[in-house]
T-cell receptor, first 113, second 122 residues
Framework: GQQLNQSPQSMFIQEGEDVSMNCTSS?????WLWYKQDPGEGPVLLIA?????ELTSNGRLTAQFGITRKDSFLNISASIPSDVGIYFC?????????????FGTGTKLQVIP | DVKVTQSSRYLVKRTGEKVFLECVQD?????MFWYRQDPGLGLRLIYF???????EKGDIPEGYSVSREKKERFSLILESASTNQTSMYLC?????????????????????FGPGTRLTVL
């Protein structure tokens, strides 16, 4: 199946620092999604990107859909303790008669107060 | 707001037992999904369903089956649980059409997840 390479796998940052994480794929996607999962909970959608080159913000979060359609990044500015969690990228494509979402392996973020 | 609920947050079962994981959504979504989540592997799709009584295999269906008798309910069944099925199981639902190459567009059409069931098989 399709593979998404998400990096970094984990990161420790000081409160107030900016964070950047990205996903790359060997395949083209027509949608990129970013989810956050708090400990013990299911993932929650943060940002959805539908056009190549699109740059979208949601509060302190900014994400971009790469021009090649094979990558996306998520930035978090001025991190706070509640940003702790696992961030997943996901790409959607049309394959085998269905639209399918492929998830990255996640970036575990820890914020040091 | 969309609500996806799962019958148990934690389950402990023995090898060989038959296990049922239940998922219910309250937003009249057409599509429902079962994933398992393991450290370093992300979310992997087990089965999905785009309509009542319809089911399709995902990437890792072996050892699992599903049932969708009602639109709002999607069950995952482990016929004979094994230790390698110890995992976090996540259910999701979405409105987005699965059978069309076109985009329905809009974040509200994406997948909404339940809180997960952490299953341990001893």
């Amino acid at each position: 199946g399709q593979q998404l390479n998400q990096s970094p796998q984990s990161m420790f940052i000081q409160e107030g620092e900016d964070v950047s994480m990205n996903c790359t794929s060997s395949s083209i996607f027509n949608t990129w999604l970013w989810y956050k999962q708090d400990p013990g909970e299911g993932p929650v959608l943060l940002i959805a990107l539908y056009k190549a080159g699109e740059l979208t913000s949601n509060g302190r979060l900014t994400a971009q859909f790469g021009i090649t359609r094979k990558d996306s990044f998520l930035n978090i500015s001025a991190s706070i303790p509640s940003d702790v969690g696992i961030y997943f990228c996901a790409g959607r494509s049309y394959s085998g008669g269905y639209q399918k979402v492929t998830f990255g392996t996640g970036t575990k973020l820890q914020v040091i107060p | 707001d969309v609500k996806v609920t799962q019958s148990s947050r934690y389950l402990v079962k023995r090898t060989g037992e038959k296990v049922f994981l239940e998922c219910v959504q309250d937003m009249d979504h057409e599509n429902m999904f079962w994933y398992r989540q393991d450290p370093g592997l992300g979310l992997r799709l087990i089965y999905f369903s785009y309509d009542v009584k319809m089911k399709e295999k995902g990437d890792i269906p072996e050892g699992y089956s599903v049932s969708r008798e009602k639109k709002e309910r999607f069950s995952l069944i482990l016929e004979s649980a094994s230790t390698n099925q110890t995992s976090m199981y996540l259910c999701a639902s979405s409105y987005l059409a699965l059978l069309s190459p076109g985009l329905a567009g809009g974040p509200r059409n994406e997948q909404f997840f339940g809180p997960g069931t952490r299953l341990t098989v001893l």
